[in-house]
C-alpha cells in the first residue's frame, strides 16, 4: 500500500470542543480504482477533492453504497477499531446487490488500519468522542448509459466526531412511506435509501417531530426502523426489536445490543414489532422506553411517538432504570478499552507509521 503523507497537517486546528459531525475531515484519505476488472493498489493520500466529471455515472445512476464505523482512543493513547469484520463483510453484501464489484479483506480492514495508524493524533479522546470512518464505494465511469459500471472508487474519509444526539427525540410513526420493499435494497446501506428517505423525514419534522419510524410497505403496521437507526422498545422487562429482513438494515449497534443484552440476561425477543402492540402497551403502561440504536447516534432515546393523531409520551428513564443507558454504557465501555471484551470485538490499531 503506497503512503504519501501530508506536508501541512491541519490536526493544530482542531477545536475538540466544537466539533460539527461530518464536516471537519482528518489529514489523510483511502484511494482505490477499479478498472478492467481489478482493483489497483490502493493509495493514501493527503485528504482532498477528486477531479471528476458530471457524466460519472455515480450522478445519474445511484450505483453507491458506504459504510459507518468508529475508531476510540483509550486513556493510555491506544487506538481500537470495533468490529470492523462486520463492516467489511456488508459493504461486500451491499456491493454485490448493487453490481458493484467486491473489496478485499486486506484493502478495508487493512485500510482501515493504515488510515487510522497514520491520522491518530485526529481520533480524540474523551467522553462520547471518536473518529467517524466512511468507507465509500461507487461508480466512476464517465458514461451516460443505464447499465453497470466499468469504473469504480473505494475510499475511506475520516471526521472527528462527538455524540449525534444528546437529547431524546420525538418521532412519528409513518402511516404512508416506507424505506424499503421486499425485492428491493433495504438491507443495503445504499446511498439512495437514504436520499429517498429524506421528503418524509422533512414531513415529520414539519409536524414537530424530530425523526420518523419506519412502517413495512405492504400493511404499514409494523415498526421496521426509525431514520437511520434500527428501533429497540421495552415491555416490561422484554427487549423487542424487528428481524432484519430484504427491507431492514443488520446494524452492528443493533447485533452489539443484543448480544450484550442477553449477556446481561435480559430477554430480547427478535421478530414483526407490530404498532399496535406498542401502542397498547403505552395505554396499559407496560411500555416502559424505546429507543433507536446506530452507529453515529450509539443510542437515542424517544421522549414521544406520534401514532395517528395521539403523542405517546414516554417516561424518562436514568441510567439505573433503563436498558438503553445501560446498554450504552457497556457497549461504549468496551469499544473505549474502559471494560473487559468477552466478544473480542475490539481491535488493536497497531502503531507502524
Known amino acids: 500500500m503506497k503512503i504519501t503523507k501530508t506536508e501541512n497537517s491541519r490536526i493544530g486546528s482542531l477545536d475538540v470542543g466544537n466539533i460539527t459531525f461530518g464536516e471537519v475531515f482528518g489529514d489523510h484519505m483511502l484511494i482505490a480504482n477499479w478498472e478492467n476488472g481489478e482493483w489497483s493498489e490502493p493509495q493514501i493520500m493527503p485528504y482532498g477533492p477528486l477531479q471528476i466529471s458530471p457524466a460519472i455515472m455515480v450522478a445519474h445512476y445511484g450505483q453507491a453504497a458506504f459504510e459507518g464505523m468508529k475508531a476510540y482512543k483509550d486513556a493510555d493513547g491506544q487506538v481500537f477499531l470495533f468490529r470492523p469484520d462486520k463492516n467489511f463483510e456488508r459493504l461486500n453484501k451491499s456491493a454485490e446487490r448493487l453490481a458493484m464489484p467486491q473489496i478485499s ?34 461508480a466512476s ?41 421486499n425485492g428491493g435494497v433495504g438491507f443495503a446501506k445504499a446511498a439512495g435509501n437514504y436520499a429517498g428517505a429524506f421528503y418524509p423525514t422533512k414531513v415529520a419534522k414539519e409536524e414537530g417531530y ?87 447516534v450509539v443510542t437515542s432515546q424517544f421522549k414521544a411517538i406520534g401514532y395517528e393523531d395521539e403523542k405517546l409520551e414516554l417516561p424518562q428513564l436514568d441510567e439505573s432504570e433503563s436498558y438503553a443507558l445501560q446498554l450504552k454504557k457497556a457497549l461504549v465501555d468496551i469499544q473505549t478499552n474502559q471494560a473487559e471484551d468477552p466478544f473480542g470485538w475490539r481491535v488493536l490499531v497497531e502503531r507502524k507509521n
Open 105 to 138: 479483506e486486506e484493502m478495508f480492514i487493512g485500510g482501515l488500519k493504515a488510515l487510522v495508524d497514520l491520522d491518530r493524533e485526529w481520533v480524540p479522546h474523551g467522553e462520547g468522542l471518536s473518529l467517524y470512518l466512511r468507507p465509500v464505494l461507487f
Open 141 to 181: 465511469e464517465e458514461a451516460l448509459k443505464a447499465r453497470i459500471s466499468e469504473k469504480y472508487i473505494f475510499a475511506i474519509l475520516t471526521t472527528p466526531a462527538k455524540a449525534y444526539y444528546t437529547a431524546p427525540v420525538s418521532v412519528k410513526v409513518s402511516k404512508y412511506y416506507s424505506r424499503a420493499a
Open 210 to 296: 424530530d425523526q420518523i419510524i419506519w412502517t413495512d410497505d405492504a400493511t404499514h403496521t409494523l415498526m421496521e426502523e426509525s431514520g437511520t437507526m434500527n428501533v429497540m422498545v421495552r415491555i416490561n422487562d422484554t427487549i423487542f426489536t424487528p428481524k432484519t429482513s430484504e427491507r431492514i438494515l443488520d446494524g452492528v449497534t443493533r447485533d452489539s445490543f443484543i448480544q450484550l443484552a442477553k449477556h446481561k440476561g435480559i430477554e430480547v425477543i427478535i421478530g414483526d414489532l407490530k404498532v399496535e402492540d406498542v401502542y397498547k402497551a403505552h395505554k396499559d403502561g407496560s411500555l416502559k422506553e424505546a429507543w433507536g440504536v446506530g452507529t453515529a
